[in-house]
C-alpha cells in the first residue's frame, strides 16, 4: 500500500484499548493527527518515545489536535501501558494483525512479535497523509518538534479563520 | 446536528425534557440523540442553583477532563454509556453528568471534585463513544466532548 505523503491511510477499524469497537476517522473527528505505529510495550525504546509523547499530549490537549497509537499489543495490555505512561490517548489495537499486512508496517527483522515497525504519519482531518516518518532506527522517529511543526502547517492549511478574522 | 441539547436538574431529578422545572443545562447532543439505555444512573455532578459555574478554563475544570480520558473512562470500562460536561455558556461549566449501567464506581468520578453529586436513575441517555482524547478544549461553546470543526 502506498502510504507517501499526499495519499489517503485507509479508515482503520479496530479496537481501542478499552476494546471498544473504533474507527480511526472517528478518532480524528475533524481535528490534525498524529498516527504513530508502534511496536509494543516491551520495547524501550517505545517506553522512552511514549513518555516524551505524553508531555507533549498537554500542547495537544488544548490545540484541537489528536494522538493515535497504533500497535499489536492486546487491548488489557495497552491499557496497563497507557495507565503507566499517564497517557490520556488513544491506542488502537491489530492484535489479530488484520491491518499489518495490509499496511505493509511489519517489522520482519523481529520473528518473535510480528509486531509493526514504528511509523509515523502526520494526517490531515480527512486522513490524507501530511508527512511520513520511518522510526526503524530510533532517530528517524518525529521528533517533539517536527509534529509541532506539522500540527502547525495542517492548521494552517484546514482552519479557515487560521488568519485573524477582520 | 446542533452541538448541544439541554437537559433539566432541580437538585433531585434530570430531566431531558427542556421545559421542566429546574435549572436547563447544556449536555452533548449526542447523549440524546440516539435509542435510549434503559436502566442506567446519572451520576449528576452540579448543583440547580444558576451562579454554581466555573470557569472551563480554571485548571480543577480541565484537570476533571484529563482524569476522565485518562483513568475514568477505562475504569467505567463497558459500564460507561456517557458522559459530558454542562455548559452554562460559551465560557462557564455547571458540572458534569456520567450515566453508566450500574452505579457501582461513581464514587471515583473526578467531577465530583466540582460539585455535589447526586445519583438519579435514567432511561434518557443513549450510548455515545467515549472521546479519544487527548483534546480537552471545547469547541464555541459546546459542553465537553461534544463539537467539532466539521
Redesign the interface.
Known sequence: MDLSPGTRLPDLDLP?????A?RLS??V???PTVLLSSRGWWCPKEQRYMRELCRL?DE?????????VLSIDPPEVQ?AF??GL?????FLSDHERRWLGELDLCEGTDTLHEPYRPAGFTLF?DLTIHRTYNGYWYWGRPRMEELRRDMREISEA??ADWEVPA | MRPFAFVVFDGKRLSADPHADGRRLRVDARCLAGTPVEGAFAHVCALPQREAAVRYDEPEVQQAR?DA???W??ML??RLVCLSTFAVDASLCGGAVTVARDAALFEYDPFARLFPETVVATDDFCEV??P??????R?AGSPWPGG???
Open positions: 481501542d484499548h478499552t476494546g471498544r473504533r472517528e478518532l473527528g475533524g481535528d499530549q495537544f490537549e488544548v490545540a484541537y489536535s489528536r494522538i493515535v491499557a497507557r495507565a499517564g497517557a490520556r490517548f488513544t482531518p484546514v482552519r | 484529563r480520558l485518562e483513568w473512562i477505562p470500562g463497558d463513544p467515549p479519544p482524547g487527548p483534546v480537552i478544549e469547541y467539532g470543526f466539521n
